[in-house]
């Protein structure tokens, strides 16, 4: 039952992306496969948006399972053939029972990282929820002698917050009493999040798509798709799931530098997964226009200009430093 779940769900979204914007992997021109490529994580997937050059590659996360970041060719373009460019793209846990940690997530990724660049130091970025990957990253590789040049969020948002907090406090809470398997809580505390997004209106891109693709599997099985719908089509959303191993997710303290790239037309009061960002001796805060949707569609020349200069500003640096 579960493969077959699996199954429906790949042919379900794949007739979503053929119905809006063409993936990152299919925009991408046919390429000689990534360099140690064999030993990236399978559920991290490696795209090479730029390769070669002499200068050490960006690495950037993101979470848009229903398109891509495709302004990260902008980004390319603009930052020259010197600079490589990698997309890790969103975790696949679609045949699992539930999705892993963030930690463990956090550990994959950095395996498919390292498939390209073996040793620090590193520049990594993460978008919206991708943050908090980025961020959990960057605290297992200081862990292991890792440095970390760069360390980027654009637009990060943990949306509401302490209520997927304490959905997810409540699901791990009463679950194993109740008898509930990992896969079941997963199912509950999908339940409690979208009826939450229902009560709350929530309207967004990635919503929208969601919604679509639960439709389509509720008609393709004669059912009705009521304010909540069935288990099976509530997982054909990959942020909701996503937000079961961010709602349980402690992150310790960063110490090094962080920058971080808000859009101008997001509420100022935005509380992320580790804390209200604020300027300080490591932290930088630079605003870009539009909100979280248009600041890397409308805006996104500015967008790219400012996260251009991070990386261009990161490289220059080491190239300047004694030890280089």
Not at 30 to 48: C, I, K, L, N, T
Request: glycine residues 8%; contains cysteine.
């Amino acid at each position: 039952m579960e493969s077959e779940l699996s199954a429906h769900k790949r042919a379900l979204l794949k007739r979503y992306l053929r119905q809006d914007v063409p993936t990152i992997g299919a925009l991408v021109p046919p390429v000689a496969p990534v360099e140690r490529a064999s030993s990236a994580h399978p559920r991290v997937p490696v795209v090479a948006i730029q390769r070669g050059g002499s200068r050490r590659p960006f690495f950037y996360l993101h979470v848009h399972w229903q398109g891509g970041a495709t302004y990260c060719f902008t980004l390319a373009h603009k930052l020259g053939r010197e600079q490589p460019v990698y997309l890790l793209d969103p975790y696949r846990f679609d045949d699992l029972p539930a999705p892993p940690t963030i930690e463990t997530m956090a550990a994959d990724y950095i395996q498919s990282l390292r498939s390209v660049q073996p040793e620090g130091p590193y520049l990594l970025g993460g978008f919206c929820g991708a943050s908090v990957i980025a961020y959990e990253m960057a605290q297992q590789l200081r862990a292991q002698g890792q440095g970390i040049d760069l360390l980027v969020f654009v637009e990060p948002m943990a949306g509401p917050i302490e209520l997927s907090r304490l959905s997810g406090r409540l699901v791990r809470g009463l679950g194993p009493r109740l008898g509930l398997d990992p896969g079941k809580q997963l199912d509950w505390f999908l339940r409690l999040r979208h009826l939450l997004k229902v009560v709350r209106r929530t309207k967004d891109e990635f919503t929208e798509g969601a919604d679509r693709l639960m439709r389509e599997w509720c008609a393709e099985r004669g059912r009705r798709c009521s304010v909540l719908p069935p288990a099976g089509a509530l997982r054909l959303d990959w942020l909701a799931e996503f937000a079961w191993p961010v709602s349980g997710y402690v992150p310790a303290p960063y110490q090094d530098p962080m920058t971080y790239l808000l859009a101008s037309d997001n509420p100022d009061r935005r509380q992320l997964w580790w804390g209200k960002p604020k300027p300080g001796p490591n932290v930088e805060i630079y605003m870009v226009p539009g909100d979280n949707a248009t600041c890397r569609t409308v805006y996104a020349d500015e967008l790219t200009d400012r996260l251009g200069w991070c990386i261009s500003r990161a490289q220059n640096r080491l190239a300047a430093s004694p030890a280089s």
